[in-house]
Every structure is written in structure tokens, then in C-alpha cells.
């Protein structure tokens, strides 16, 4: 296994990285991206499943270019696009950690913020910005908006993309915003390992509340996470576990960031042990390692899967499934 020194990055970021975040060893996607974004000659596609060390990947060759270009930088240098508010408060606390030691400062923007907060953290001239609630911007038709950004930005740039799964809207995003691209994807190297249980169950649609209560009565004690499509069905069920004597916490998009971090960690500390989420809310959740994975609602996606799988490194998944889904 390479170390980062051998990718190329400069010793004091080294440094930095094993003191402050005891980060020692290069990921899968970090040895197969860094080299390349050091380069600088392409645009990077890279499909990379959950937990693989994808913010690293991107984060270390930027302030790996901003320590090369000089301590006296002070323009604009790099714009990070994410997902959630827990994503992009995670992507600012690393630039944070591993690089304002050297000077580097980072604004972090999101939806919550008014207007003249989000000026004030410009005008102190940040070197990168972060900004979350990408799933806005880049909604249909979101290329006028993606290229507003674009134009703004000089012509030689560096443009990453980052997913865990390969969807057709993702592919639509590489299209319009990469040139000439890189693809790197490992997801094939971390599949579902062959000990993994699966089970699957064809309940009536009416008294699907009813099995799911069965289900998690059977397995008193075990820690899970129910996953449905939408967040409101998570917010339902989480309310009917409860009333029937279950310890059951919900994660919502429209939560607060606060409000996200206090239930997970009430989650991880065992106060509770059923976490209801839908993909969309668990983005950026650090999830621990649960006993099992309940599909409520089946994925539309196969990617999806993988993901929800991915994301909680379950011992075992339960999935009610339709009859129409089961082929």
C-alpha cells in the first residue's frame, strides 16, 4: 500500500494528516485520485460507495495546490458542491483541520443562512467555499444554474465529481460540467460481502406497519435502521414504533443540522436503537455498524441498495418487497 508521501503530497500535509485526524494510510479512491489531481491534466469521475474516504480524495489535493501556490494567495481558489448540511459541515471542518495551520481559510454557506451572513463569510476572502443543498441547484433544469457556476470560475480549473453510484442523472451532471474526465470507479470492490443475510418478505401492503412491528419485536435489542423513500414515512413510522413501546428515532431532510446530529448520537449512545431514514436524510450520516438493515420501502434503484447497505455495514437486511418487485 502507497503512503501519501509516495502520492505526492507535500510532507507538512502529511504531517498534518496522521497529527490531526490520524489519517496514516491512503484509501482505495485516495491512492487512485490524488496522483491524478496533482497532475492536473483532467477532470476527475469518480464512483466511490460510502465510508471509502471520497472527501480526502478531493480535499487533499486542494490545499496540496493552495500550500504550492504560496501563503500569499488571497483570491478565490476553490468551490465544493455537496449534498446535505452534515456533508458540508464535515468538508469544512477537514479544510479547517489540516489547513489553517497553513493559512488556508474556508467559508462554509448553506440554505439556513441569510443573506448578509453569507456575504460577511465572502468578504473575508476565503480560499474555498462550501456550499450544501447541491441537490437545489442541480434540480431540472439545473443547467443554467450549474453553468452560472461554471462561468465564474477561470477556464484552466480542476472539476471533480464524486457519487457513490453511477445513475443516468449523474451521468447527465458529468456531461455538462467535466471535459475530457477520468473515470476511476471501485464500487465493484466493495460489494456485499457473501456473509451478509438477506431476507425478504411479501406482506400485505395494508398491515406492512403491522410486520414491521413482528420484525423488530423478534429482534428485541438489536440495533437497526428502517429505510423508507420519503421522509414523511419515515417521520409516520417513527411515531407509531413509538407509541408501540419502541425505541425509535427519526432522521429528516427538513431536520436541522442540530437536530440531525443530537438524534443520530442519541442513535449511536443506545438511548435509542431504530433509526428511520430515507436516502435523501441519511446522506452524511456517519451511521455506525448496525445488527440490521429493514427495507420498508424497496429501492428504486439497485445503486440504492448497495447504498443503504453500504452506509450502515448491517449484519443482515430485511426487505418487504411487492409481488410485482420481486422479479
Not at 481558489?77 to 489553517?100: E, P
Not at 440495533?223 to 423513500?229: A, E, I, P
Not at 443530537?262 to 435509542?272: C, D, M, P, Q, V
Request: hydrophobic share 40%; with cysteine.
Amino acid at each position: 500500500m502507497k503512503s501519501f508521501t509516495d502520492l505526492g503530497l507535500s510532507s507538512e500535509l502529511v504531517k498534518a494528516c496522521e497529527k490531526n485526524l490520524c489519517w496514516y494510510d491512503p484509501t482505495k479512491i485516495q491512492r487512485e485520485v490524488i496522483p491524478l489531481a496533482l497532475q492536473g491534466k483532467n477532470d476527475v469521475f469518480a464512483i466511490s460507495p460510502p465510508r471509502t474516504g471520497k472527501v480526502g480524495a478531493f480535499v487533499l489535493p486542494i490545499l496540496h495546490a493552495l500550500l504550492e501556490t504560496g501563503p500569499n494567495l488571497d483570491t478565490f481558489f476553490a468551490c465544493v458542491l455537496t449534498t446535505s448540511r452534515l456533508l458540508v459541515s464535515q468538508i469544512n471542518t477537514c479544510f479547517i483541520i489540516l489547513g489553517s495551520q497553513f493559512g488556508v481559510k474556508s467559508a462554509m454557506l448553506h440554505e439556513s443562512c441569510n443573506k448578509e451572513f453569507q456575504a460577511n463569510q465572502i468578504s473575508k476572502q476565503p480560499h474555498i467555499i462550501v456550499i450544501d443543498d447541491a441537490h437545489l441547484v442541480l434540480n431540472t433544469p439545473f443547467e443554467q444554474e450549474l453553468f452560472e457556476i461554471l462561468a465564474r470560475t477561470r477556464s484552466e480549473r480542476s472539476t471533480f465529481l464524486f457519487s457513490p453510484t453511477f445513475t443516468e442523472r449523474v451521468h447527465t451532471i458529468q456531461s455538462a460540467c467535466l471535459r475530457n474526465p477520468v473515470k476511476i470507479d471501485i464500487s465493484s470492490q466493495y460489494s456485499i460481502v457473501d456473509t451478509l443475510q438477506h431476507q425478504r418478505y411479501p406482506p400485505n401492503m395494508g398491515r406492512k406497519v403491522c410486520y414491521l412491528a413482528y420484525t423488530l419485536t423478534e429482534r428485541t435489542g438489536r440495533t437497526s435502521v428502517v429505510f423508507t423513500n420519503t421522509w414523511d414515512s419515515s417521520l409516520r413510522l417513527a411515531l407509531i414504533l413509538k407509541k408501540l413501546g419502541f425505541r425509535a428515532i427519526p432522521v429528516t431532510i427538513y431536520m436541522s443540522q442540530a437536530k440531525k446530529l443530537e438524534s443520530l448520537n442519541a442513535f449511536k449512545t443506545g438511548e435509542y436503537n431504530i433509526l428511520l431514514c430515507s436516502e435523501i436524510s441519511s446522506r452524511g450520516l456517519d451511521i455506525p455498524a448496525v445488527d440490521m438493515v429493514i427495507n420498508y420501502d424497496m429501492p428504486v434503484h439497485t445503486n440504492d441498495y448497495m447504498y443503504r447497505v453500504g452506509t450502515t455495514h448491517a449484519n443482515a437486511v430485511i426487505s418487504f418487497v411487492k409481488s410485482f418487485e420481486l422479479k
